[in-house]
């Protein structure tokens, strides 16, 4: 069965620092790794979505990579902004297109 | 692009009640999916839906849920009798396939659901 680990589960940092979120999973028999954002009270808003045959995915301030042999995906975020603080969740997706979600890390950025 | 909706984006009930949540995808979306989140479980899939055929329903936590998509405009989770237990965020969410890949699933806001 497929286990999805997000650590740390929450994480404070000031502004401009870069963070750095990882999420593991348990089976490499995936089809694609989601990161997702979520503000209080919000649904889900997809960040990036890699691929099982890609290595990374980059959109403006945001990097995610993955490593499927070792079960592990990153997301980086540059210069973290105060606006940057919601609960960040990766998912990884198998061949019928389930969804299995990690806790998620929670971000606070400090002015 | 007006997004998947749900509505309501809240219900208060009391148990023994009959609730009904529902969901329009967005539209050329031919995958719905319908999941649960709790503070003690995170986010679950219950059931999802291609082309308005149920694929997997393994999530549904019991027979006091059914979920139902009569047409690829619409869909709805009921759950009877409710239980407190049941009390959560219930998201909807819908995708499309290009090339036999899953894009991204967009997310509703969710209906929070606290029975009594």
């Known amino acids: 069965k497929q286990e999805v680990t997000q650590i740390p589960a929450a994480l404070s940092v000031p502004e401009g620092e870069n963070l750095v979120l990882n999420c593991s999973f348990t089976d490499s028999a995936i089809y694609n790794l989601q990161w997702f954002r979520q503000d209080p009270g919000k649904g889900l808003t997809s960040l990036l979505l890699?691929?099982?045959?890609?290595r990374e995915q980059t959109s403006g301030r945001l990097n995610a990579s993955l490593d499927k042999s070792s079960g592990r995906s990153t997301l980086y975020i540059a210069a973290s902004q105060p606006g940057d603080s919601a609960t960040y969740l990766c998912?990884?997706?198998?061949?019928?297109?389930?969804?299995?979600f990690g806790a998620g890390t929670q971000v606070v950025v400090t002015p | 692009d007006a997004g998947v909706i749900q509505s309501p984006r809240h219900e208060v009930t009391e148990m023994g009640q009959e609730v009904t949540l529902r969901c329009k995808p967005i539209s050329g979306h031919d995958y719905l999916f319908w999941y649960r989140q709790t503070m003690m479980r995170g986010l679950e899939l219950l059931i999802y839906?291609?082309?308005?055929?149920?694929?997997?329903d393994s999530g549904m936590p019991e027979d006091r849920f059914s979920a139902k998509m009569p047409n690829a405009s619409f869909s709805t989770l009921k759950i009877q009798p409710s239980e407190p237990r049941d009390s959560a965020v219930y998201f909807c969410?819908?995708?499309?396939?290009?090339?036999?890949?899953?894009?991204?699933?967009?997310f509703g806001d969710g209906t929070r659901l606290s029975i009594l």
């Open positions: 839906f291609n082309n308005n055929v149920p694929i997997d």
């Open positions: 890699i691929q099982s045959s890609q």
């Open positions: 998912a990884v997706t198998d061949s019928w297109g389930k969804l299995q």
């Open positions: 969410a819908s995708s499309l396939a290009l090339g036999g890949r899953l894009q991204p699933q967009h």
